[in-house]
Structures are given as structure tokens and as C-alpha cells.
């Protein structure tokens, strides 16, 4: 066998050790039963909705503020290097969760969850995206997309589907679980291998150079991301469609959960009935690969329409069309979410990739603060 066979085949297995790497940590990050169940642990722990409700705005806020400057932050100093900040982040809301009894606690823990989401959002898929285009394989990152978006439905699905578990073994264990399932993911992301970018010093090491230098690559890289975004209206028109379905669907499973026990479903049903359309989403991240041969616009026009008619027939008080309702939005939803992931990865540079992808997930928590209210007043 050649010298240049082995190393062909070394890369391969290289690429699939990284990809097989990013699965788990997509397993592990999303089953957090703690993390899951927050707002009924924190009730249980004597908070009042209003604090609860608080410290989900401060959620909120502190993402919306950090998305963006996080995308930078990966493109500039290295996707590996976010995705290991994201793991300790994480790690770290857990232990003030943990340790806090009051407000004072929770809020920074709160906003140390969000900048764990923030830091991984847009880094992991520009990693996988580089990883298979390295090794010459970028045409099968739609299967990597899929996989990817149904291990994170199955497993935040399940994780909430454990909330009844987590209550019994008490705050303290469950998010010593979750302290655990970070720690492992931690260990996988300091596994990965960071794929060489343009963004580099002479020495190759990402993020190594001059202070002066950094920031010059901060404002270069978020001055060439809005010319990009100014001159692709095809780029923003995918982020916005993206998000406006996207919202829709979030929105019609978060109100499910008030208006299915309101109208008869008994409170037994509720986390087996959350979780059925969990698994709708995992179906439509596999479904989408049996359609590669549609148009990004017929599966926008698929997904949109099966999304405005299941928000219709959950308005009508039969807990079965509601449940139905929320599995078809949840599919369709990532039916066109592992789409518009594939297409926004093939049209944005790569210097901002993970930039671009936060700007998208800012895009949707804008569509979503447009939508709540409007849903609040549909749903009442």
C-alpha cells in the first residue's frame, strides 16, 4: 500500500474521529435533566414565578448581547477554543446554581448559561463545516447536519422528559449530573483539533498575535461581516425566512404546555406528550435527507405552510389535533433548520462563518420577542 493511500486514509479517519467527537458533545450538552427543569427546581426551591421570570429575561438579554461578539471571539481565536469556553461556562452556571440559595446566585448563573450557548452557537457547525471541507467532503455536511440536529432533539427531548426525576433527586443531584455531563464534554472539546483558518499568525496559532493585532482582527472580521450581509440580500432573506418558521413552531410547543392541561390532558400525559414532539423534530432532521432534491424555496414553502396550518389546528380544544399539531411543527421545523444550515454554510465566507451563524440565531431571538406577545394573545 502506498505512502500516499495511508494518508489518505489517516485524514479520513481523522475527520470522522472529530465528527464522531462532536456528536457526543452534542449528546452530552443536551442531556441535562437539570438544565431542563430549571424552572421547576427553582420553584421547588421556594422561588416565586416572578423571580423565575426574571431570571429568564436576564437569560435572554445576556444572549442577545453576547451572540454576535461571541462569533467573533470563534472566528478570531478558534473554534475549539469556543467550544471549550462554552463547556466551562456551562459548568460554571451549574456550580452557582448548585451553591446559590437566592436571586443574587441565580442571575449570574443564568447569564453564564447563556454565554455557554452563545459560545457554542454557529462554532460547532463552522468546525464540522472545515472539517469535511479539509478532507475534501463537504458535499455530505447535510448528513452531518441531520445527525447532528437529531441527536440535540432526541436528548434535550429525553432530558425533559426526566423533569419528574430530577424533582425526586432534589436540585443538588441533579445538577451534580449535569456538573458531571459537562466535565465530559469539556474532555471532548479539548479533543478536538482545530482546523487551520486564514485568520492566523505567522506562527499558525490562532489568536496568538499582538494585542493591536486582535482587535484589528475583531473590527475586521465584524466590518466584513455586515458588507457581506449588506450586499447577500439571498443571505439575509434565508435568515430571516429561517427564523420567522423557526420562532413560530418554538412558540406553539412553549404554549402547548399551558393550554394542553387546560383543555383536558392530564398532567400524567404532559412531559410523554412533550417529548412525542421532541421526537418530531428528530424525524424531520432525518426527513430532510430523503428531499435533497428540493429547492431551498419548496422546502421554505412546505415548512411554512405545515407550521401556520399546525398553529390553526392547535387553536381547537382537542388535546390529540394539539399534540399532533406541535410533533408536524417541530418537523418541520428542523426539516427546514438542517436545510437552511447546509445553505448558509455553503454562502458565507469563511473568516465569519461562526459570526454569520450567531447572526442568524440573533435574527431569531428578534423574531421571537416580536411573535411571544402575539402568541400570548392567540393562545388566551
Not at 199 to 213: C, L, M
Amino acid at each position: 500500500m502506498s505512502y500516499f493511500t495511508n494518508k489518505i486514509r489517516r485524514k479520513q479517519f481523522s475527520a470522522r474521529r472529530q465528527l464522531k467527537l462532536l456528536y457526543m458533545n452534542t449528546s452530552f450538552g443536551a442531556f441535562q435533566i437539570a438544565g431542563a427543569s430549571w424552572v421547576a427546581l427553582l420553584a421547588a426551591r421556594g422561588f416565586s414565578l416572578v423571580e423565575i421570570g426574571f431570571a429568564e429575561s436576564v437569560f435572554h438579554v445576556a444572549s442577545l448581547l453576547f451572540e454576535v461578539p461571541s462569533g467573533v471571539i470563534s472566528d478570531v481565536f478558534g473554534r475549539k477554543r469556543s467550544m471549550v469556553l462554552s463547556q466551562c461556562m456551562t459548568i460554571l452556571s451549574a456550580l452557582l446554581m448548585l451553591c446559590s440559595d437566592s436571586l443574587a446566585g441565580v442571575l449570574p448563573a443564568m447569564v453564564f448559561s447563556a454565554f455557554g450557548y452563545n459560545f457554542l452557537s454557529g462554532t460547532r457547525e463552522a468546525l464540522a463545516w472545515e472539517t469535511l471541507k479539509a478532507d475534501g467532503r463537504e458535499a455530505e455536511y447535510d448528513g452531518y447536519a441531520s445527525t447532528d440536529m437529531m441527536l440535540y432533539t432526541f436528548f434535550s427531548s429525553l432530558a425533559t422528559l426526566c423533569a419528574g426525576l430530577a424533582l425526586t433527586l432534589g436540585y443538588r443531584r441533579a445538577y451534580l449530573i449535569d456538573i458531571g455531563l459537562g466535565a465530559l464534554g469539556l474532555t471532548l472539546a479539548l479533543r478536538l483539533k482545530e482546523i487551520g483558518r486564514p485568520r492566523e499568525n505567522g506562527k499558525g496559532a490562532p489568536g496568538a498575535a499582538s494585542g493591536e493585532t486582535v482587535w484589528k482582527q475583531v473590527f475586521s472580521c465584524l466590518r466584513e461581516s455586515g458588507r457581506f450581509l449588506l450586499h447577500s440580500r439571498k443571505a439575509m432573506e434565508l435568515i430571516l425566512q429561517n427564523a420567522a418558521v423557526g420562532a413560530a413552531a418554538t412558540l406553539l410547543r412553549f404554549f402547548l404546555q399551558a393550554r394542553l392541561p387546560e383543555k383536558g390532558l392530564p398532567d400524567a400525559l404532559l412531559g410523554p406528550a412533550l417529548f412525542l414532539m421532541g421526537l418530531g423534530g428528530a424525524a424531520g432532521a432525518r426527513l430532510i435527507l430523503c428531499c435533497k432534491s428540493w429547492s431551498y424555496t419548496k422546502v421554505f414553502a412546505v415548512s411554512a405552510a405545515v407550521v401556520t396550518g399546525c398553529v390553526a389546528a392547535s387553536l381547537l380544544p382537542v388535546p390529540a389535533v394539539m399534540v399532533v399539531g406541535g410533533f408536524l411543527a417541530a418537523l418541520s421545523d428542523n426539516f427546514l433548520q438542517v436545510r437552511s444550515d447546509v445553505r448558509l454554510n455553503e454562502m458565507v465566507p469563511a473568516e465569519q462563518r461562526a459570526t454569520l451563524i450567531s447572526v442568524s440565531s440573533l435574527c431569531f431571538s428578534a423574531v421571537m420577542i416580536v411573535l411571544s406577545p402575539l402568541f400570548g394573545i392567540l393562545f388566551s
